[in-house]
């Protein structure tokens, strides 16, 4: 190795551990993700999107009512503002920026796609900034998720806290290689439109 070329590296380590680490991601809410306009289209169609009703009680349907009961859950209580609820139902409830409880803001309620995808603060300015020239690792070091795999699902489904796991009734057994095929439960599959 040229004595240049050490240099260089010394350089590039010193700049690497120098530079200010980047602010911890925070959510900014669905509204923040809009841009992607036709994931938000089919996700508005989405359960996910409608999760925060679920917990409301006149906004629930019977079925969901029904649900509830089985778990053994009072069926006439308005569970939205519940601690114990609201964190798999809105967007990053109790972490920076997110959900708090009892707010009636819009962007944060159901389950939005930074549920799936990471808190958005950090990636969404590296998107715009680069458009389609970031990379997935640039993209990953800020906090993005992609793509979301088992393991993102399950911080809900079929999870111990949640009332409506594979203990309550085998229907709600999580099966993420059939889940992820129904478009219903997310976002249409688009192919991405550059490469990253
Ligand atoms: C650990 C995550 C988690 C927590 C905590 C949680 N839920 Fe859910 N909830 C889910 C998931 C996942 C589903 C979707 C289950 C499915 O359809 O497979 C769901 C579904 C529901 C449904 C619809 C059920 C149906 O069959 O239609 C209602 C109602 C609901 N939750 C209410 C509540 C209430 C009330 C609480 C608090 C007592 C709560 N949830 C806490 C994850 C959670
Ligand atoms: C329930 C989880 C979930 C939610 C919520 C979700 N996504 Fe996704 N998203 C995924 C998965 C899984 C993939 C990866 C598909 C694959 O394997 O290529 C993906 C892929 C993507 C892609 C890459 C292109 C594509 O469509 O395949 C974009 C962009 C995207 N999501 C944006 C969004 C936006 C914007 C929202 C909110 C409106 C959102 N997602 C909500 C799970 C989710
Ligand atoms: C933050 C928690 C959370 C995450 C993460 C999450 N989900 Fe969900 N999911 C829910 C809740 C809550 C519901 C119930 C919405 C309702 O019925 O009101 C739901 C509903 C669904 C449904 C509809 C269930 C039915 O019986 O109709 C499917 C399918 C689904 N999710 C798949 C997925 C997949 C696949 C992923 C990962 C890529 C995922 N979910 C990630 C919380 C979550």
Not at 10 to 32: D, I, K, M, N, R
Not at 121 to 129: A, F, G
Request: hydrophobic share 35%.
């Amino acid at each position: 190795m040229s004595r240049c070329s050490v240099v260089i590296m010394l350089a590039l380590w010193l700049a690497w551990f120098a530079a200010p680490a980047a602010a911890a991601p925070s959510y900014v809410g669905t509204e923040g993700c809009k841009c992607h306009k036709t994931e938000v289209e089919d996700w508005l169609k989405s359960p996910h999107a409608k999760a925060f009703e679920a917990l409301s009680k006149d906004k629930r349907s019977k079925g969901q009512n029904k649900a509830l009961r089985a778990a053994g859950l009072d069926h006439n209580k308005d569970y939205s503002s519940d601690e114990k609820c609201v964190g798999c139902h809105t967007v990053g409830f109790g972490k920076p920026g997110g959900f708090a409880a009892g707010s009636a803001d819009e962007n944060f309620k159901g389950v939005g796609c930074e549920m799936c995808h990471g808190p958005g603060s950090e990636y969404r300015q590296l998107h715009k900034e680069k458009d389609e020239t970031f990379t997935r690792a640039e993209a990953a070091a800020l906090g993005e998720i992609y793509p979301p795999k088992e393991d993102t699902c399950r911080q809900c489904h079929d999870h111990k806290d949640s009332p409506f796991n594979a203990k309550t009734d085998a229907k709600y057994m999580f099966n993420f290689e059939e889940m992820i095929k129904l478009n219903k439960a997310w976002h249409k599959k688009y192919d991405l439109q550059f490469k990253h």
